[in-house]
């Protein structure tokens, strides 16, 4: 008995050695490098943007890509608090110049106006400009006394605009999206108590409002009665998203959504459902370059997409990205 004890404890001792042993976790072509793509998006298709235009040699941040009737692509340099105007010819110009704030949202007013969401995050502000196409004429539409922290906006077909606010964290959820009315003079909440309210998007019958909570990295799916009223079982998490974290987006004339990841140099694709059919992948992403992709375009009339992104401290600039979407892009402006 005692040798049969013994070569029972023998058998187990070899046993966890062997188990010991044995190889540990070891870095893969899928798993190296500073952002993988997470296994549930791995098989999505894919394509790789290529560089377009170096907005810039210094790691600025870009943000708020969208185009005017012109087929000009404006978008704004965070950092220097610009909005840039970039003609199709490649040439570069400065449309307004803000003071206190830093711009990273536009939208354009059907007037022909561009509105401007600023904020500052340090100090806590915020406010919604508005200029005439060339720049001038600056107005206020959201004062800073307001006390909302603006990020991103966008018009209905109403002409009232939705716009987000970047207030809170992922504990203390105190942003949200809110609606300006018609004639600016209203602001009614429309999806409170989220961390950090940041991109804005609506389908194009205007019936589906779309918004990142960049905090708590969520996609919402927001069916609309009205303006400001959800329809009953009408709001949905569409997808909550793995790493950091979504920032802007846009839709395309087949109701399809791109959201920028800030973090992972891509931009995901979803269907008008919100399920994930296809992604952007910025060069040099793997390496650890190109990952503050903040915003998108995309040129309407064409399926031509058009990615902003800052390599920040890597060497690489600041830089507009080009890929093919599924969908021609959408009009400046839904009203008419």
Known sequence: MACLAASVCLTAEASAQQTFASPGLAYDAQTQGPVPIPPSERALQAVVAKPWFKAS?????????????????????????????????????????????????????????????????????GAIFAVKPDGAGMQTIVAPQAGYMPNDLVFDAHGGFYFTDFRGTSTEPRG??????????????????????????????????WATEFGRNLLHRIELADPTTITPIGSAVAYHFTGPAPDSMRIDADGNLYVAIYGQGRVLAFNRNGIPIGQVLLPGREQGHNLQSTSLAIRPDTNDLYAVSSDGAGGQGATVFHAKAFARGLPPAYAK
């Open 176 to 209: 949200g999206v809110y609606y300006m009315s018609p004639d600016l003079t209203t602001i009614k909440p429309v999806l409170p108590h989220l961390a950090m309210a940041n991109g804005v998007a609506l389908s194009p019958d205007g019936k589906e409002l």
């Open 57 to 125: 040699d210094e790691g600025r941040i870009l943000e708020g890509a969208i185009f005017d009737h012109s087929g000009n692509l404006l978008f704004c340099d965070v950092t220097g608090r610009r909005v840039l105007r970039l003609t199709p010819d490649k040439r570069l110009s400065t449309v307004a110049s803000l003071d206190a704030l830093f711009p990273g949202g536009l939208a354009f007013h059907k007037d022909g106006r561009l509105f401007i969401a600023a904020l500052d995050l340090a100090r806590g502000a």
